[in-house]
């Protein structure tokens, strides 16, 4: 478990942390302004432990920082290794209290003597990066990746971010090879969600679950299918999908295979929708459902809920993602 550290409160310098899954804000629960960013004050603190030898107890393990290594170093290597997840809640002086045991995790910050490195995240990030491991044709539980390898398990999103650790310093925020898709005009020391950027401001702050009306939503996009329209250039690769009919882009839809991060969506209502009117042009909603960018807060390829864009966000945050994608 995390060990104390004294008076951590007193010694770190008053930062912002952002997770290091979304690159959005960490909330205290007194700094929110209504219930919908709750989301923001629950966290979850990832680190990684060993078995000692006789497989009865768990000892997190050490990493030390070095000028001339880019990332922590773990030291000594140990052979059954897993990434641990402590739920915890936030108090912007880099510190997660741990919520079973009180006892201070503190973000990212690691010196050459060596200690434990944690990483926060929050807790809906955490499940939704679950999710999209759950929606990889193969897990590979390994902390090893293959050079350009997408990931397929915690252990690997673990290495992810611990290649992304600079080891000379402590950080409130991970570099990430997109900036997380936007928000780096509010996200500074401190979060002020109306600076620069006030539409990512938005978009961060949004949860990415617990929306009760996504299907609806999604379906309030439909159009009436038209005779002749281009779609060559819209999502989903025109080749792989050539002289397929409406009943099997409907289909597609509700069953939800080609668009993972849909998983909630209601199947039933979609196909209740092409039995009760019609004839609708799912081939057009569906490319571009299949379009990367429709997370943008200036995209007006389709009408969808702030929170369901932020989901698409964090997915294409987790598709991307590569050991060593920060290394210039």
Same mark, same amino acid.
């Given at each position: ?7 951590? *409160? @007193? &010694?770190? !310098?008053?930062?912002? %942390? ?8 960490? +909330? ?114 390994? *902390? @090893? &990746?293959? !050079?350009?390898?997408? %990931? ?8 992810? +971010?611990?290649?992304r650790m600079p080891s000379s310093r402590s950080q409130y925020i991970l570099p990430e090879p997109h900036d997380y898709y936007g928000g780096a005009g509010c996200r500074n020391v401190y979060w002020e969600p109306d600076d620069g950027e006030p539409e990512y401001g938005e978009l961060l702050e949004a949860a990415p679950m617990g929306m009760a009306s996504i299907t609806e939503d999604i379906l309030k996009n439909l159009q009436p299918e038209a005779p002749e ?100």
């Open positions: 478990m995390p060990t104390k550290t004294g008076s951590p *409160f @007193q &010694t770190i !310098p008053r930062n912002q %942390i952002y997770c290091c899954i979304c690159g959005g804000p960490f +909330l205290e629960p007194s700094a929110r302004d209504d219930e919908s960013k709750d989301w923001l004050t629950r966290a979850v603190v990832l680190t990684t432990g060993h078995t000692t030898p006789d497989d009865a107890t768990i000892k997190l393990d050490t990493f030390r920082s070095h000028p001339s290594v880019p990332f922590p170093e773990l030291h000594p290597e140990h052979a059954q290794r897993r990434v641990l997840q402590f739920p915890a809640a936030y108090d912007e002086r880099n510190g997660f209290p741990v919520v079973a045991s009180g006892e201070n995790a503190v973000a990212m910050d690691i010196s050459m003597a060596g200690g434990h490195l944690y990483f926060p995240v929050h807790q809906l990030c955490y499940h939704l990066a679950q999710r999209f491991m759950d929606s990889q044709p193969v897990s590979r539980d390994t *902390f @090893q &990746t293959q !050079p350009g390898e997408e %990931i397929s398990s915690v252990k690997q999103l673990w290495e992810v +971010l611990l290649h329209k281009p779609k060559a250039e819209i999502g989903i690769n025109e080749e792989e999908t050539v002289g397929y009919g409406q009943d099997w882009w409907c289909e597609a839809l509700a069953n939800k295979k080609p668009l993972p991060w849909l998983w909630d969506l209601d199947g039933e209502l979609v196909r209740e929708k092409k039995r009760n009117g019609g004839p609708w042009d799912w081939e057009l909603l569906m490319r571009k459902l299949s379009r990367p960018e429709i997370h943008e807060p200036s995209d007006t390829t389709l009408n969808l809920p702030v929170g369901l864009r932020n989901r698409r966000r964090i997915w294409r945050c987790l598709e991307e993602a590569r050991v060593g994608d920060t290394v210039s």
